[in-house]
Nanobody
Framework: QVHLVESGGDTVHPGGSLRLSCAAS????????MGWYRQAPGKKREEVVI???????DYADSVLGRFHISRDDAKTSLDLQMNNLNPEDTAVYYC??????????????????WGQGTQVTVTS
């Protein structure tokens, strides 16, 4: 089992910066992908950035060049540095992790973990 807790959400002006943090606890050894999602009012939750199991980092086009993800080697800390924020970045930001777990008949399934979310508001 994995527990994720986000922090760092706040209200900032356009052009401002914020750093979100995610503290992860539990059995992290088998964690495969980790990253951040966000959900704006009235919209579906969307992927912001993911560190994939093989080490590849994928950013959404809308944040490329402005956001930067970092993680410690133990996978217990996941940060998101957000620069040059704009009102379209306003959303609840969620920390995410997953792991493959054994299922019946020798198969596996992807178990997903989510934090409780932290609010980021960008407004003038």
């Amino acid at each position: 089992q994995v527990h994720l807790v986000e922090s760092g959400g706040d209200t900032v002006h356009p052009g401002g910066s914020l750093r979100l943090s995610c503290a992860a606890s539990g059995t992290m050894f088998n964690i495969y992908n980790m990253g951040w999602y966000r959900q704006a009012p009235g919209k579906k939750r969307e992927e912001v950035v993911i560190i994939r199991g093989g080490g590849t980092i994928d950013y959404a086009d809308s944040v490329l060049g402005r956001f930067h993800i970092s993680r410690d080697d133990a996978k217990t800390s996941l940060d998101l540095q957000m620069n040059n924020l704009n009102p379209e970045d306003t959303a609840v930001y969620y920390c995410y992790a997953d792991e493959y777990v054994a299922a019946g008949a020798g198969g596996t399934f992807l178990k997903k973990y989510w934090g409780q979310g932290t609010q980021v508001t960008v407004t003038s």
